[in-house]
């Protein structure tokens, strides 16, 4: 069993529409939590990171964490073709070491 | 002023070479990685060096060799090329390997092994 098991996608959404990208995980060590967007031929960019549960807002983005579910979520409102991508969600021990999920990759349709 | 660069960012090459990428970060951080990313999307981390030591290193075969001249830089050199090598790298840095610190990413190396 992976570690960290993400929504596979791909998804596929009108302009304007509420995204919500989901991740589970296993490990109990993981403390920090993040979500990368990845857009074609390109690297990872970090979007969100979090420590604890709750959530965390930055603009269309919000990032949720349920440490006792292990269960985190990117949800983005009015959704643009820009925001067309793989994201992707990640973890992070105190030892320093991330765990990546597999990614969803988005499209939103003009 | 790309803040980490990966050079080359296509390497096509046969099997049974062996081959060098370079990394460079600009962002004066001390801690720098190499992941492998499959033809999956899967992104797997391979090293992490923070200030030119080896702090992580996860299940890769010898034929994988990492080397931090100094802070700022981190090349992987992999011999005898296989197949199975063929996916993109990535080069990644952050300001240290403290709790949480966000990691900042290269575009990637693609490597095809023919």
């Known amino acids: 069993q992976k570690e960290v098991e993400q929504d596979p996608g791909p998804l596929s959404v009108p302009e304007g529409a509420i995204v919500s990208l989901n991740c589970t995980y296993s490990n109990s060590a993981f403390q920090y939590f993040m979500w990368y967007r990845q857009y074609s031929r390109k690297g990872p960019e970090l979007l969100m990171y979090?420590?604890?549960?709750g959530n965390k807002e930055d603009g269309r983005f919000t990032a949720q964490v349920d440490k006792s579910s292990k269960y985190i979520s990117l949800f983005i409102r009015d959704s643009q073709p820009s925001d067309s991508a793989t994201y992707l969600c990640?973890?992070?021990?105190?030892?320093?070491?991330?765990?990546f999920g597999d990614g969803t990759t988005l499209t939103v349709k003009p | 002023d790309t803040a980490v660069s990966q050079t080359p960012k296509y390497l096509v090459t046969q099997m049974g070479n062996d081959k060098s990428i370079k990394c460079e970060q600009n962002?004066?951080?001390?801690?720098m990685y190499w992941y492998k990313q499959d033809s999956k999307k899967f992104l797997k981390i391979m090293f992490s060096?923070?200030?030119?030591?080896?702090?992580i290193n996860e299940t890769v075969p010898n034929r994988f060799s990492p080397k931090s001249p100094d802070k700022a830089h981190l090349n992987l050199h992999i011999n005898s090329l296989e197949l199975g090598d063929s996916a993109v790298y990535f080069c990644?840095?952050?300001?240290?390997?403290?709790?949480?610190?966000?990691?900042?990413f290269g575009d990637g190396t693609r490597l095809s092994i023919l």
């Open positions: 979090t420590y604890s549960s």
């Open positions: 962002l004066g951080h001390d801690t």
């Open positions: 990644a840095s952050s300001q240290d390997s403290g709790w949480g610190r966000p990691q900042h």
């Open positions: 990640a973890m992070r021990t105190n030892a320093g070491k991330s765990t």
């Open positions: 060096y923070n200030n030119k030591e080896l702090i």
